[in-house]
């Protein structure tokens, strides 16, 4: 979604942090704890959120690294409550009103696990369902917790500047493109989308 798109969409929002800037780290906190704790996620999305607040960094207004290290602890703080429920409640779980409905959900989730083994609490930081049911999971089938917490707060430290930067991204790929050859640009964006399609490929595996 655009830049424009995202500020016309979340005017409000956006405005109250321009007039009060200090907001935007503990705002930030707030939706990367809501986006990586299970279940929760599930129920209210913030990425689009996120993406929005993002934008002020693209326009000088507040910090991207800031906000960063708000987003890192929140993502972090997010997945560790997920997996200490998972611990407490054990294979529990499952008879959880949610993830009782949705039993394709633990079973989809146990097949990751399988296949990435300890790779998973990475991977599933940027999948929306991933990010629902893997740290939970990780607790009640027993994961260690020097594992899980070196994937959580690694992928926490990728996800958080990954969810908040693609405006700034976007701001600097065009004043590049801008100024390139039109030989550069048309490299830059196979480049892109060849980029786009692996990583698309690599998830649906």
Request: glycine share 10%.
């Given at each position: 979604?655009?830049?424009?798109?995202?500020?016309?969409?979340?005017?409000?929002?956006?405005?109250?942090?321009?007039?009060?800037?200090?907001?935007?780290?503990?705002?930030?906190?707030?939706?990367?704890?809501?986006?990586?704790?299970?279940?929760?996620?599930?129920?209210?999305?913030?990425?689009?959120?996120?993406?929005?607040?993002?934008?002020?960094?693209?326009?000088g207004i507040v910090?991207?690294?800031?906000?960063?290290?708000?987003?890192?602890?929140?993502?972090?703080?997010?997945?560790?409550?997920?997996?200490?429920?998972?611990?407490?409640?054990?294979?529990?779980?499952?008879?959880?009103?949610?993830?009782?409905?949705?039993?394709?959900w633990l079973r989809?989730?146990?097949?990751?696990?399988?296949?990435?083994?300890?790779?998973?609490?990475?991977?599933?930081?940027?999948?929306?369902?991933?990010?629902?049911?893997?740290?939970?999971?990780?607790?009640?089938?027993?994961?260690?917790?020097?594992?899980?917490?070196?994937?959580?707060?690694?992928?926490?430290?990728?996800?958080?500047?990954?969810?908040?930067?693609?405006?700034s991204i976007g701001?600097?790929?065009?004043?590049?493109?801008?100024?390139?050859?039109?030989?550069?640009?048309?490299?830059?964006?196979?480049?892109?989308?060849?980029?786009?399609?692996?990583?698309?490929?690599?998830?649906?595996?």
């Open positions: 979604m655009p830049e424009a798109s995202l500020e016309r969409l979340f005017a409000p929002l956006l405005d109250l942090v321009r007039a009060h800037g200090d907001w935007a780290g503990p705002l930030v906190f707030l939706l990367s704890l809501i986006e990586s704790t299970a279940i929760i996620s599930a129920f209210l999305p913030s990425t689009l959120l996120l993406l929005a607040v993002g934008s002020l960094a693209a326009a910090s991207l690294v800031e906000l960063s290290l708000w987003g890192t602890a929140g993502a972090g703080l997010g997945y560790w409550l997920s997996f200490e429920i998972g611990v407490r409640y054990g294979h529990r779980i499952e008879s959880i009103g949610f993830l009782a409905r949705r039993p394709d989809k989730a146990h097949r990751f696990f399988e296949k990435w083994g300890g790779w998973a609490i990475i991977i599933s930081r940027f999948i929306p369902l991933g990010r629902a049911v893997v740290p939970l999971l990780a607790g009640a089938m027993g994961a260690r917790r020097l594992g899980f917490h070196l994937g959580n707060w690694v992928s926490a430290a990728i996800w958080a500047p990954v969810m908040l930067a693609p405006a701001v600097a790929l065009a004043d590049a493109m801008g100024s390139a050859s039109p030989q550069v640009r048309s490299l830059l964006l196979i480049a892109l989308a060849v980029g786009v399609i692996l990583i698309v490929r690599s998830f649906r595996r």
